[in-house]
């Protein structure tokens, strides 16, 4: 039974927000399902029901709901000092202190960190810093980014146009499309049939290169791309491709920005997965979401010595560096974050999803049987599961978005949460996931895949 509360929220809701990724058609009709309380591997919503929570969140609830240590670290440090401006030379200890910690965690001598207030906000900020860089080493031309098809970057402006998924963009006007450009993603399952893995990351490397020929290698100043991409469809790239873009990068002075909003602080069982999984050791590492596990915003940017040493120095004579969010550094985002990165690292959890990333990811393959479930890939907490009408063709099922939303439906009634991703379900739990939670939730999908395979009968 709804509490009336709860119904006032339903109605409020409704009435008031601008939901994002929201299909405002159904919307009108369904409104929102009000998820009311959350504890370890489950929500609970305004009608009681329990939901294992197969997303974390939306890939940040890293060490898992509702820890009491959080609130209390949160608490203290309202009480000890809620904020203050971290403009000029002012700062505050939980923000120092997380700075060293980071650079301690992150591989390379990326040793500095801007703040922001999540993934969005902080990759617009290693645009910006990348543009500044290149104007104080006097290479003025050097602006352009390339970007992947099918990556998510965020949602802020420069972040959108980053973000290479076409569907985040109808209706929208496009800015940045003269400094931003995207190459082909790397996606195994789509690479052209009779060629070998090799084969393929040859033709993806030798695209990007033609793009900067093309672009002009004094123009191109940096590449983007996600470890693994995950609101793209959890796309794991073949073998060896980030470590030679990488190198590509390098032999036209190019600087790689890794994207580890998702792929950071564990998901894959390392802190960062550029350095510790693809052997390549990125300029720039964005980070945001398992960062506090989502008990509060941040983002952070992480830089290389060489890109700090180059921005920090005058610009002018007095000049001073003008790039500053009254959040940066945000005294309680960065005791949360401390806090946060202590309970993983006491809990071994980097051990634990280095053992149950893989069982997730070997039970999921029974989907394969399956006639609907065209490909299941991924890596660790990380899992993506593509619908299709024909495997051999791989052809996608008609109204394919229908298809992936009913059987997310399907999971609900199941009392499991997973993602709904075009013609796609993707699945990354909280860290702290146990085998018996991974067979529910594969036992879950299979159920719910069944039920809509029977609908189609
Ligand atoms: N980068 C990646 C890889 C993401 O998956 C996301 C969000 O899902 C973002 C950036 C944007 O982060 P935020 O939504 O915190 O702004």
């Avoid at 500044?132 to 980014?145: A, C, V």
């Avoid at 915003?297 to 921005?311: R, V």
């Amino acid at each position: 039974m709804t509490a009336p509360g709860t119904q006032t929220a339903w109605a409020q809701d409704r009435a008031h927000l601008v939901h994002p990724y929201t299909d405002f058609a159904t919307f009108a009709e369904d409104g929102s399902h009000v998820i009311e309380r959350a504890e370890d591997m489950h929500v609970f919503d305004a009608d009681g029901n329990q939901l294992l929570d197969g997303i974390a969140g939306l890939w940040c609830v890293n060490i898992g709901h509702g820890r009491q240590e959080m609130a209390e670290t949160i608490a203290k440090q309202v009480m000890d000092m809620q904020y203050y401006n971290p403009f000029g030379h002012s700062t505050n200890v939980p923000a120092a202190q997380l700075g060293a910690k980071l650079a301690e965690l992150a591989p390379g001598d990326l040793n500095h960190v801007y703040y922001s207030c999540g993934g969005s906000t902080a990759n617009d900020a290693a645009v910006r810093l990348v543009h500044y860089y290149f104007d104080m080493k006097g290479q003025h031309r050097k602006k352009k980014i390339i970007s992947r098809q099918n990556g998510y970057h965020g949602a802020t402006y420069v972040a959108a146009s980053l973000t290479g998924i076409h569907g985040t963009k109808y209706g929208f006007d496009r800015i940045g499309e003269d400094f931003i450009s995207h190459v082909s993603e790397a996606n195994l399952y789509a690479k052209p049939q009779g060629w070998s893995d090799a084969e393929y990351c040859d033709y993806l490397v030798r695209e990007f290169e033609a793009r900067i020929q093309q672009l002009g290698p004094d123009n191109v100043a940096a590449f983007i791309a996600e470890p693994i991409m995950g609101a793209g469809g959890v796309l794991v790239a073949p073998t060896g491709y980030h470590k030679r873009m990488y190198e590509v990068c390098k032999a036209y002075g190019m600087l790689y920005i890794a994207d580890e909003v998702v792929t950071g602080f564990g998901r894959l069982g390392e802190w960062f997965a550029s350095e510790a999984l693809y052997g390549y050791t990125p300029d720039i590492l964005v980070c945001a979401k398992g960062l506090t596990s989502g008990y509060i915003p941040l983002g952070a940017t992480l830089i290389s010595d060489e890109i700090y040493n180059t921005i920090a120095r005058p610009q002018c004579e007095g000049g001073v560096f003008s790039m500053g969010l009254t959040y940066f550094g945000h005294p309680v985002a960065c005791a949360a974050a401390l806090k946060n990165i202590e309970i993983i690292e006491r809990e071994g959890m980097l051990d634990h999803v280095r053992t149950v990333g893989p069982y997730l990811q070997e039970s999921a393959q029974s989907l394969l049987n399956l006639p609907v479930v065209g490909d299941v890939r991924g890596s660790h907490l990380m899992l993506g599961i593509d619908l299709v009408a024909d495997k051999a063709s791989k052809s996608p099922i008609e109204l394919s978005e229908q298809a992936a939303s009913t059987v997310f439906k399907g999971c609900v009634e199941r009392g499991v949460i997973v993602r709904p991703v075009g013609d796609r379900i993707i699945l990354s739990p909280p860290l702290i996931i146990s085998q018996d939670q991974c067979d529910e939730l594969i036992g879950a999908v299979a159920g719910s895949i069944q039920d809509f395979i029977a609908t189609q009968e």
